[in-house]
């Protein structure tokens, strides 16, 4: 167990705010919709609003079970279960953050095969990504928050300027009849969707590099609303730009939505936009790869740079072996099922289990 | 030393790793349209316009077209390629031309680039043709430096007032759509111009039927909200008045059951009088007017519906309305209803003015 991080390498709660948008808003927002309007077409909205406060509780169990630690998730799992089963489940959590960041890493060079360059080699563009990460999370977290704080400078406004365009072809008749599925089905769809929202989990790992950490809750929680906005409205606005045949044809609806833009200077406004992801990629897998790093070296007292190295390269061999789209595909859907678990059954089991544990200790 | 050793490799391997085809803005000719003919049933002949810039200040650029015949859109643009001085993109490809006789037997084939494609934007304008499209790309109209400037011009700015938008987005939407039909605007080569025709009705990816160009104004009031256009309609003395569209809204209502629907479109139209030769306007003529219109409206509105049902295209989007007002939408069970369906029209007009003349 490592000393708490000192002040000077702490950021101010609000930053929690660009944080939690790092990790919940990044290559989702492109492909999201498909998997849901498959379960409940035009009452796919619905199922957002349904995640995002799912969400909600289940970032503020997090909160409770890290007020009540008052240290990372590490130290938390070494009090409740001791060392070898607390390792174990830190251990898992690192290994499912570092497993996302594999899966961004793909998929984000994935879409410049498909949309830009054909021709593009993985490991290169791999290469490339990872160096920059490797810059950054050597720099240590407070550069990680600069990198999110930028990107969401960058990102958002081009992601809201280009609602702009689809405009005069929206169809507001396509959101009718409300309510047209069963419960269950909303449900199912309320399950894919939670998986775009993850990733908020990385605040077990940063919650201790917060000034008044506490009080930072209430910014994690403008951060999730604003995600959960955001994928709102692109959601609506693709549920009434296409109709549904077409949204399921798509696999990736919002940069097909950005193919309607016409600027005088540009006649293809997706290029652009897509290389300005890149910011949006860097940071998600960033902050997924220092939680990781940072975990490790709690848990073993690993120097971060060296377990940082290693945990590149092995990123950069997975992203290179998963080559085919199916391939691509099974691992976001291995991940959607374990994101789930991560998120409605191992967080509240904590929670609870750190809250009979303290009765019983106060009892007794 | 080994930290110099990795960035050093790093900044070389950056430097000269070429895998990626690059694509010089002078060394491709952009196709600005492409157009298809009917040749047989598998095959047929794209012709592609790719005005060709000479280098030089000042050059007018060169009219060039490519023409081949083959299976697919890809088939026969890597045969126009055998052509061409440079390599064909069609990044900037603005217009996409199909063949009424192509379009009778299908364009699915044609249309599916289109949508799967990244190299094509999604603005990019579409029409059927009425007669050769290899005439109509390649003629030399003295009204424009090149065909497809003249085209692009004719497409974008001059029929986004008389139809509503023909783009591929908006028709893939259709025809991929669950609920409504296609349409796309009819062009023709008329003496030495490029004629607007009318609007091609789809069912599914087939041409089945069209509307004249003055239905098609009509057609355009009662598919969408519209802001131009001028409507002509004879009063009972065989007077002719032509009104001036300022705007125009449509609304339709579905009430009944499934089994039972009932369709009323309500449109109202906000107008001026343009054009009256010998009719003393006041107060009386302008209510005659406004029912006389009204009348008219509703009785052409009809015969378009009746046409639509004898072809059973539903080019209007009825489908789509009744779907978003019903649970439960049986689409199999509508589309047997939908020849039977009773659509009401309701045309409300005001005219606000009559220009800045009160001759009585």
Redesign the interface.
Known sequence: MLPLPSENRKVSPFFVFYLIVAAQFGLGVFSFQREIVKFVGNDAWIAVIIAGISIHVVLWMVYQILNKGANDITVIHKDLFGPWLGGLFSLALIVYLLTLAVSVVRSYIELIQ????P???TW?MA??LL?LVYVYIIGGFRIIVGICFLSFIFTTPIFFIMLGFPL??M?A?????IF?HSVAELLTATKTMSYSLTGFETIFFFYTFIKDAPKSQKWGHYGTAFSTISYLVIMIVSLMY?????LL?SVWPTL?IW??A?FTFL??F?FLGLSFWLFSVLNSVCLFTWAGTRGLKQLYSLKQKHSLIAILVMTAVAAVFLKTREQIDQLSSVMDALSLYVMYAYIPFIFFYQMIKGKLRRTS | MKKYLFWCIFFLILLFYNSIETKILEDIQHVSAIGYDYVDKHRMKGTAAAPFYPAGINVEPLDAFFTAEGHTFLDILQKQQLESQRKLVTGRLQNFLISKELAKHGVSELTDPLGRSTEIGRDVYMAVVDGSVEELLTFKYTNAPTSAEYLSDFMERNLKDIIPKPTVHVFLDQYNGFVQDPFLPIIEKKHDHIRYKGLALFKNDRYVGELSDKESYLFKLLYERTKTGTDQFSMKNKKYIALQNIRSKVKYKVSGSQDEPRIDVHVSFLGEVKDAPSISVGEGTLKEMEQEWSKGTTQRAEKMMKKFKELKVDPLGITEKARSHFRNFDKKAWEERYPTVPVTFHMKIRITNTGISNKS
């Open positions: 498909v949309w830009i360059f021709q593009l080699e290169y290469l490339i160096a005069r072809h169809q008749s396509h959101l009718f009849p047209d296409f109709s549904k045949n077409q044809e097909t193919q309607i016409d006649e293809r997706e």
